[in-house]
T-cell receptor, first 110, second 114 residues
């Protein structure tokens, strides 16, 4: 499976601030998925990016796939306490199992 | 549609024992993947089963094994438990037809080895 570096590992923000997590690979990816895991919960699928340079939005969340398909980012605008959790990227290189990054744990201080 | 069901929810074992975890996928899903989640290592892939065959395997010792039944339900077995096996074990299901499908996770089995 693909290996990726996800940064930062932890992020503490004040409610209303923006948040970004990055997922970087040394090899070209076929596609990348993002998941969110709330404290005490299980990972839940957020989105999949397939095309080079793709940008997708879900309300306050913006997902990007790099032009070279080697990196991706998730940006949250004006964080809320409901955004608390760990965000995982899960890249795929084609016909390989989904391997998850170590995740970015987001804390939001009200 | 019912979600992915994992049993038991919690388990306490002692070193040297063995354990079997169960996972029932979403109806119609033929692929079941297992992951081990620990605070330090994140989500680590154990193996994937599709149509009763192991299709992919992660980098875990042979003490970790699994199987899948004809109804797509899957079991994971860990023999000779070690303290380091304490973790949340998650299973996830998908249709299994291609590598661009999203995974649906169960709530996991929290295993504590004493």
């Amino acid at each position: 499976g693909q290996q990726v570096m996800q940064i930062p590992q932890y992020q503490h923000v004040q409610e209303g601030e923006d948040f970004t997590t990055y997922c970087n690979s040394s090899t070209t990816l076929s596609n990348i998925q993002w998941y969110k895991q709330r404290p005490g919960g299980h990972p839940v699928f957020l989105i999949q990016l397939v095309k080079s340079g793709e940008v997708k939005k879900q309300k306050r969340l913006t997902f990007q796939f790099g032009e070279a398909k080697k990196n991706s980012s998730l940006h949250i605008t004006a964080t809320q306490t409901t955004d608390v959790g760990t965000y995982f990227c899960a890249p795929q290189g084609g016909n390989t199992p989904l391997v998850f990054g170590k995740g970015t744990r987001l804390s939001v201080i009200a | 549609k019912a979600g992915v069901t994992q049993t038991p929810r919690y388990l306490i074992k002692t070193r040297g024992q063995q354990v079997t975890l169960s996972c029932s996928p979403i109806s119609g899903h033929r692929s079941v993947s297992w992951y081990q989640q620990t605070p330090g290592q994140g989500l680590q892939f154990l193996f994937e089963y599709f149509s009763e065959t192991q299709r992919n395997k992660g980098n875990f010792p042979g003490r970790f094994s699994g199987r899948q039944f004809s109804n797509s339900r899957s079991e994971m077995n860990v023999s000779t438990l070690e303290l380091g096996d304490s973790a949340l074990y998650l299973c996830a299901s998908s249709l299994g037809n291609n590598d661009r499908e999203k995974l649906f996770f169960g709530s996991g089995t929290q295993l504590s080895v004493l």
